[in-house]
């Protein structure tokens, strides 16, 4: 009939993809354990291919010439410093000046057709969504980089893996069910979220399908945890031998230490973001190992913007080694976080390593003089056991003019209305001020009444900024 299909089984060459991005178990034997300077080389031959496709797209060069670069400036990584970073702000600009897709994409909506294409989209809690399209590559590679992860926490094939994330246009969901279906052998459960499939049916199918591993953010693996609890759930009676979890902020570990105890289970804190997939994972030592093949990290000062040592806290500002549709160059993600430098760990990897996340700099509320973020505010609620652990901070001005100055109310779920909220309110007070190092105040509402704000078992949301309204 003259039409060309361009079918998925044909838009890969699977054994160049498998030799390039090793899946497991080849990565731990292979990418992983390369000595420094054969993985630096592997980046700087990557970084200049991506950086040659960035070039041919208006955002970039925009952007480029406009610090003074040219084409040939960047001869390496050794000069990427050199190369502006950029913000989800900046795309959601480039998508207003050439919609629906934006100047960062090297085709548009007219290109559809010559190769498989789905939008993914991250961001819109206001607004619009943020459209990223994936092509095949991207598609596998972030399922490889979470295959990668599930491996080293114990997965293998034939287990059932639960992902009560929904698939949908959020990618986080669908990147779990790619490892486990494509690149695992393991058998996805997709459940969805807590708003697709109730807590309770969480469980049951849990305990009906045997399920041996789950991917699931830190919050709602709390918050079935509290189900279970609430309807006489032995968590323990499940065959779980791991959970690949995102926990954020959880510096001294009460959070992870809890959930463990009540799963019977190691639960291990993962880092990655909607386009550049995972940028680090744990391994059964609970180090977080860099995707290095697919990922170059820095870590920035977040108001200058210069690199920082090793070691240092800053910014996260992530180059994506194998994203071409579209490239992804000196992103800041606004996550605050160390890098550690490479050592071989107990597991065989042999990788710089990443720390657990400190909170985001672009949700920093200014107190008095000291920065706040909300993601800090974690660890004291989910401690205190009158808590469902659900809270946002809702920062707003005070005064007028000269006298004008911010403040945060820090709004908290009582588990029953039995709880006394006042002495809930004084006792989350003084351990926030412990913690944040300012004071800030606390409002305690009914178990349910922050499920709109935050959101129930996908990536919850902290900050309700009142400041420009």
């Known amino acids: 009939m003259g039409i060309e ?56 060069r925009k952007r480029w010439r406009d610090a003074g670069l040219e084409p040939g400036d960047i001869r390496g990584l050794a000069d990427i410093n050199l190369i502006p970073s950029f913000t989800s702000d900046d795309l959601k600009k480039a998508i207003e000046e050439a919609p629906p897709f934006g100047t960062h994409h090297p085709f548009g909506r007219a290109d559809f057709g010559r190769m498989p294409i789905k939008i993914q989209t991250s961001g819109g809690t206001t607004g619009m969504p943020r459209p990223t399209l994936f092509d095949p590559m991207s598609w596998e590679i972030q399922g490889i980089q ?63 399908w045997d399920v041996n591993g789950w991917y699931v953010i830190g919050d709602y693996l709390g918050r079935l945890t509290q189900v279970a609890a609430e309807i006489g759930f032995d968590l323990h009676q499940l065959p779980t031998r791991y959970i690949f979890s995102f926990l954020g902020p959880d510096a001294d570990g009460g959070l992870r230490k809890a959930l463990e105890e009540a799963w019977n289970a190691p639960v291990y804190d993962n880092y990655g973001s909607h386009e550049i997939g995972l940028v680090a994972f744990e391994c059964s030592e609970k180090v977080r190992h860099i995707n290095e093949d697919t990922v170059y990290l820095q870590v920035c000062d977040e108001f200058d913007g210069h690199e920082l040592p090793d070691g240092q806290v800053g910014t996260i500002v992530a180059t994506s080694l194998y994203r071409s549709i579209p490239p992804f160059i000196r992103y800041n993600l606004r996550d605050r976080m160390a890098i550690n430098p490479r050592q071989r760990c107990a597991c065989g990897l042999n990788t710089r390593t990443l720390s657990a996340m400190l909170g985001r700099s672009d949700e920093m509320v200014k107190l008095r003089g000291t920065n706040v973020y909300p993601l800090a505010c974690q660890s004291a609620i989910k401690k205190d056991a ?84």
Request: aromatic share 10%; proline share 6%.
């Open 5 to 60: 299909i361009p079918y998925y089984y044909r838009s890969i060459d699977w054994d160049r993809l498998v030799a390039d991005y090793p899946p497991p178990p080849h990565f731990h034997s292979t990418t992983g354990v390369l000595p420094e300077e054969q993985i630096v080389a592997l980046q700087e031959r990557r970084f200049k291919e991506r950086m040659a496709e960035a070039w041919q797209l208006p955002f970039y």
């Open 146 to 208: 979470t295959a990668r992860g599930f491996f080293s926490q114990g997965a293998r094939p034939g287990d059932v893996i639960q992902i009560p994330l929904t698939t949908s246009l959020a990618n986080a969901g669908w990147t779990a069910h790619n490892a486990a279906f494509n690149w695992l052998g393991c058998v996805p459960v997709t459940t969805g979220s807590g708003k697709v499939t109730p807590s309770e049916k969480q469980l049951a199918f849990a305990r009906q």
């Open 386 to 469: 009158r808590t469902t652990g659900e809270y946002v901070c809702v920062a707003f001005h005070v005064g007028e003019s000269l006298a004008r100055h911010d403040e945060m109310t820090v709004r908290v779920e009582r588990k029953s209305p039995e709880i006394d909220a006042d002495a809930l309110a004084q006792d989350l007070r003084r351990a926030l001020y412990n913690d944040l190092g300012v004071r800030v105040d606390v409002e305690i509402v009914d178990a349910g009444a922050l499920a709109e704000v935050c959101g129930i078992g996908e990536k919850p949301r902290r900050l309700l900024d009142l400041r420009h309204k």
